[in-house]
């Protein structure tokens, strides 16, 4: 507390670490000039830093001479306490390193399925290479799902696919896609040149990813609110693919899963027109807790 009674926080009553350890450097090699060199400062800046350390505290601790530099006894009281105050300090990055190291030990990320199936190995893989010694969990399930996990600290970063970012979610996207119709090739849209309206595509029954799901989401606001008519609702990407194939019905699927089934023949993009089919990846995480160690490194990795 001041004169005036008011309180003085003890960073502006107790010198900075860099002081303190100055000061027990000139104890330990007598010389100024040479702690100096010995932390890595010039020697101006060194008797500067101890002369803003001895008004700070009101009392003389360096006694300079030709001869070098000798504690005042002021000076061998104060450094006794610098070194406990050191080394309490020192003991204080271990103890954050060790949390440092548990916390960049494992990577929990939980994806909706699109990007779970095709976009994350690659990136995981990159990762493994930076750190092979993180052990990464996946948990994948829809938009909603992933939302979930953030929101109650099961996850530590997040990737959607829907056209919002839920409540207590912080964002960045980190790519595009592009929705499209598609049906096994003895389809009759399999074979039509006209383009599909969006009140066609809305008044035919499709086979659909569950309610919940980023590209439910997408098609939904795509078709003006109204929702698509389900045929089959199913909870993977890979079983709405399979029952496209087998001719059970159309679906609405990302660009991104469906190139090799495009390239043989297996399933057939339908042209539509007048429906924004168009989305965002996004990469999500708890708001106000911006991604760290190997998640910030994810999160990198995603973007190039």
Do not use: C
């Not at 660009?255 to 089934?261: A, C, M, R, S, Y």
């Not at 057939?268 to 708890?286: D, F, I, M, Q, T």
């Amino acid at each position: 507390m001041g004169k005036d009674g008011v309180v003085v926080s003890l960073a502006h009553r107790v010198p900075d670490l860099g002081a303190l350890e100055l000061l027990l450097a000139v104890a330990r090699v007598g010389s100024l000039g040479a702690a100096a060199r010995e932390l890595g400062i010039t020697q101006p800046a060194a008797s500067s830093r101890i002369r803003s350390m001895e008004r700070q505290l009101g009392v003389a601790l360096v006694d300079r001479s030709p001869r070098g530099s000798r504690l005042t006894d002021a000076g061998a009281l104060v450094t006794d306490w610098a070194r406990r105050i050191v080394e309490a300090a020192e003991a204080f990055d271990v103890g954050a390193q060790a949390l440092r190291d548990r916390r960049d030990s494992r990577l929990r990320v939980a994806a909706s399925m699109t990007i779970a199936e095709y976009l994350l190995p690659g990136w995981l893989l990159a990762l493994r290479a930076q750190r092979p010694d993180t052990a990464v969990s996946l948990l994948a399930g829809n938009s909603a799902s992933v939302a979930e996990r953030l929101l109650g600290d099961e996850a530590d970063l997040g990737f959607v696919e829907g056209l919002t970012v839920p409540a207590g979610l912080d964002s960045a996207v980190i790519g595009h896609d592009r929705l499209i119709v598609v049906v096994a090739p003895g389809h009759p849209w399999g074979r039509r040149r006209r383009a599909l309206r969006g009140e066609e595509l809305a008044a035919t029954a499709l086979i659909l990813r569950e309610k919940g799901s980023g590209t439910r989401q997408v098609l939904d606001a795509a078709l003006g609110g109204v929702s698509a008519r389900p045929l089959i609702e199913l909870s993977s990407t890979t079983a709405v693919k399979a029952a496209v194939v087998s001719g059970a019905g159309p679906a609405v699927l990302s660009e991104l899963v469906v190139g090799e089934e495009l390239a043989m023949r297996r399933l057939v993009s339908v042209p539509v027109e007048g429906v924004a089919l168009g989305r965002e990846l996004r990469a999500v995480w708890r708001a106000g807790h911006r991604p760290v160690g190997p998640a910030r490194e994810l999160l990198s990795l995603t973007r190039g």
